[in-house]
């Protein structure tokens, strides 16, 4: 709806969106490189068509790329000319560059094996998927409180240029962010991952009132009950706890009394 929105959702979307110029080295081409330069944007590139004055009965096109990787014809047209097709032009990727996330959970739960696999391509400067690359990409947390479970397997062999990590999890409730590596190509960073509790099993006493006390003085400090789940991530959904007194009563006249998380 506005530019900030436009901006947002390049960002968030890496490598998704195509943007359409007249070639390379056209107004519409350098307006949008100078666009995504600034704003550090990375999209599909596809230059759409081009058209150039015959000269001595020839039309020179000098400056034709395709920066996306397929199986592409050229048509030429010219007014009420027939048009003429060229034979299959098969674009392959450049060399590899940089490593970029395709596919990226983005909630799990912990100590279980994340839903959705990790998927990290080996491309070219332009995006493209190096398919013939068989290097090892290297899986790390780049930010958050916690690590990988051991049994997880964070460096995996590319096939077809892509590495997939299908069985990681994490211990440790929070938010993460993962990055990936591979030798000297530009690493990468995925978005935001949110680890979630697990079921609760366990009380834990956070603080307990002092030693002694004076009757019908609220007991100092207050008493403190955590609700975990069995890798001591706090339970956050509501829910009571009771408190009971080992003979008497509290001054409410009761043995028990409850609170809610």
Do not use: W
Not at 21 to 50: D, E, F, P, W
Not at 232 to 256: D, I, Q, Y
């Amino acid at each position: 709806n506005d530019l900030k929105s436009f901006v947002l959702h390049l960002s968030e979307n890496p490598e998704r969106i195509s943007e359409g110029h007249a070639g390379v080295g056209s107004q519409t081409h350098a307006m949008c490189t100078m666009l995504l330069a600034t704003i550090n944007a990375k999209v599909i590139r596809v230059a759409y068509r081009s058209t150039a004055q015959a000269v001595n009965g020839v039309a020179t096109f000098s400056t034709l790329a395709i920066n996306k990787t397929g199986t592409y014809k050229i048509t030429a047209s010219d007014g009420t000319l027939t048009t003429i097709a060229s034979g299959n032009i098969v674009v392959v990727p450049g060399v590899a560059t940089q490593l970029l996330f395709q596919a990226a959970p983005t909630t799990g739960t912990a100590g279980v094996v994340l839903a959705t696999a990790v998927k990290v391509a080996v491309a070219d400067a332009l995006g493209n998927v190096v398919t013939s690359d068989t290097s090892t990409v290297n899986l790390s947390i780049a930010t958050g409180p916690g690590t990988f479970t051991g049994s997880s397997t964070v460096s995996v062999a590319a096939v077809s240029g892509v590495a997939t990590f299908n069985n990681l999890a994490l211990n440790t409730a929070g938010k993460y962010t993962l990055g990936a590596s591979d030798g000297s190509l530009t690493s990468a960073t995925s978005g935001t991952l949110t680890i979630n509790a697990s079921t609760a099993t366990q009380l834990v006493l956070l603080q307990t009132p002092a030693a002694t006390a004076t009757a019908g003085v609220a007991l100092s400090p207050a008493a403190k009950v955590a609700v975990e789940d069995k890798f001591g991530n706090l339970v956050t959904a509501a829910t009571p706890v009771t408190l009971t007194l080992s003979s008497g009563a509290f001054s409410t006249g009761s043995a028990t009394i409850t609170a809610n998380t």
